[in-house]
């Protein structure tokens, strides 16, 4: 699954730098949570029912990425803090 570089991290001696598109096995985007966003599907987490949203994402007119749900209209960078 395609996903961006939020933070960058070293992985297998490399360093993975900030917004470097990065291909990531899906049962490890869940471990990574902070330091990749899946371009593919909202990573936001939702309270109830506690799960990630999964929703597919778009790039909105803020240059954030989003799905369609308003509850997940927040910057990359704050989805991660709740
Ligand atoms: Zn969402």
Same mark, same amino acid.
């Given at each position: 699954?395609? !996903?961006?570089?939020?933070?960058?991290?070293?992985?297998k001696?490399?360093?993975?730098?900030i917004?470097?598109?990065?291909? #990531?096995?899906?049962?490890?985007?869940?471990?990574? &949570? *902070?330091?990749?966003?899946?371009?593919?599907?909202?990573q936001?987490r939702?309270?109830?029912?506690?799960?990630? !949203? *999964?929703?597919?994402?778009?790039? *909105?007119?803020?240059?954030?990425?989003? !799905?369609?749900?308003?509850?997940?209209q #927040?910057?990359v960078?704050?989805?991660?803090? &709740?």
């Open positions: 699954m395609k !996903c961006r570089v939020l933070k960058s991290f070293k992985n001696g490399e360093i993975q730098k917004r470097r598109i990065i291909e #990531v096995p899906e049962d490890m985007i869940i471990n990574m &949570t *902070g330091y990749i966003q899946s371009l593919e599907f909202c936001a939702k309270v109830k029912p506690d799960r990630i !949203c *999964g929703a597919p994402l778009r790039e *909105g007119i803020n240059g954030f990425l989003s !799905c369609s749900s308003p509850l997940c #927040v910057p960078k704050d989805q991660f803090l &709740t």
